[in-house]
């Protein structure tokens, strides 16, 4: 009976009075807070996880109490995991932490209700949590991302209510490895700080004319050939190369830990193997693949896009596509798989005399809607849907994937601007926005072009300033029968002109927050002159401390 007692005073609202407190800085800001009176110390509480939490979210919390032991210089213990009742106290009062497993809750959502005595946080799955205990990191001192003790800073938690859940289950950043190649360690600085502001996939740019990045034990040249480059034009440069051999891979023990330490962070890692144009690595790689009177090949040391393109009139060239997409698939256990098909010159396969085959094969014609060449990249990405299929992925493909036809189950990655998701959503087509108008990060930050890093583009009025970024609103001209198709938003980081980490994070930080707003708050829940104040009062020290480079706010 005392049990249920306990139970029900958990489940109970926490009685509490309105009161203008300050509002922590979260970001991205929750869907629902309520703030009440008083504050709850943290400094050496006991957390209780309900025995139904399973064990990676315990091993969440445990991550969470250890840094809070460590720079609050107080133990706080997890009991893991115990019936609720064990830990009350001995008064019979509830103190402490107590994280609750609650299936009504929607994916990745979770609830927090902060007392002066004891707070519950209600969590419907994994990601639930993690964005449960990001909350509640982002309302203590910045110290806690740390690992340097802080024993003097206000180890405690505003009293509030709060009810949290993202606007969009899709919340991406795509990571060119491929212009420029970066280090596991790198890679793993994205997702951490994609963690902090509780984004959830990474589409991740393993493929493209200047470098292959991904190893594939069948096609051993893929990565001793097709991943280096005999150097890179200089600047704007088009004819210059500044001799210095780039590349690398990574093997596919360096994906395993790549998409493990992912999944711990609660994000998807996606692959995408960009095909059939943007494959120069690859035919450099593999020339019988190419086109007729196509060769010679070289891993480009250029930037935009080769017209050298795969030859895929012939069998052997599409039995290569899947194998590289089986062993790949293996590695990543996401639903989605990403085969590119954007900006795929067609000129070869109009005098190549396997495609010119192909395309009478398959009785391929050019009318008002598309041209042969044009289905016949159809044909490609019907063909690997369905492999694909076969190995358990759906499709994700760039907008022109939706030019002629594309069959059903496909979703389309909206770059060109958002007409194409616009089109492709009112046609019943699941849609990640990711217009290049808003969410290409490679565009500088400022119209004051002079004072930011040479980008790959030079029109001002391009620039995708942290404002801009803010207010994009994905479901602006879109059919009211067609908002469900936007799974959600992603913002690009190609890096052409990007081959440090440096300026990898400087242009990533802090518009990746902003996008943050985007992916997860609702239209209404969005501010920007609140927006801005937590950036400089709590999330741009953050980043400081944990040693990002970001673009200092104007
Ligand atoms: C793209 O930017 N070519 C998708």
Sequence with gaps: MKRILLIIALFAPICSRAAKEIVPQIVPAPQSIEMTKGSLKLKGIYINCDPALDARTVKAVKVFADRLSLVSGKTSSVASPVGLAASVDKGGRLSGLYFISDTRLAPESYELSISKKYAVVRVGDYNGALYALQTLRQMLPESIYGSTPDPSAKWSIPCCEIKDSPRFGYRGILLDCCRHFFSVEQVKKVLDVMYIFKLNRLHWHLTDDQGWRVEIDKYPKLTEIGAFRNGTMVGRDWDSNDGIRHGGYYTKEQIRDIVSYAAERGITVIPEIDLPGHMLAALASYPDLGCAGSAPYEVWSRWGVSKQVLNVGKEETMRFLEDICSEVAELFPGEYFNIGGDECPRDEWKTDPDCQAKIKELGLVTDEKA?????????????????????????????????GELAEGATVMSWRGTSGGIKAASMGYDVIMSPNTYCYLDYAQSADLDNEPLGITRDPKRAVTLSKLYH??????LPAAAVGRILGVQCNLWTEYIATPEHLEYMLLPRLMALSEVQWCNADNKDYERFLSCLSGHELPILELLGYNYRKLD
């Excluded at 994009?472 to 001209?477: A, G, L, T």
Aim: charged share 35%.
């Design 371 to 403: 041209s042969a060449e044009a289905r016949l990249q159809n044909y490609v990405t019907a063909r690997m849907q369905k492999f694909l299929a076969s190995r358990g992925k759906k499709i994700i493909g760039w907008d022109e994937i939706l030019e």
């Design 472 to 477: 994009y609103e994905p479901y602006d001209d």
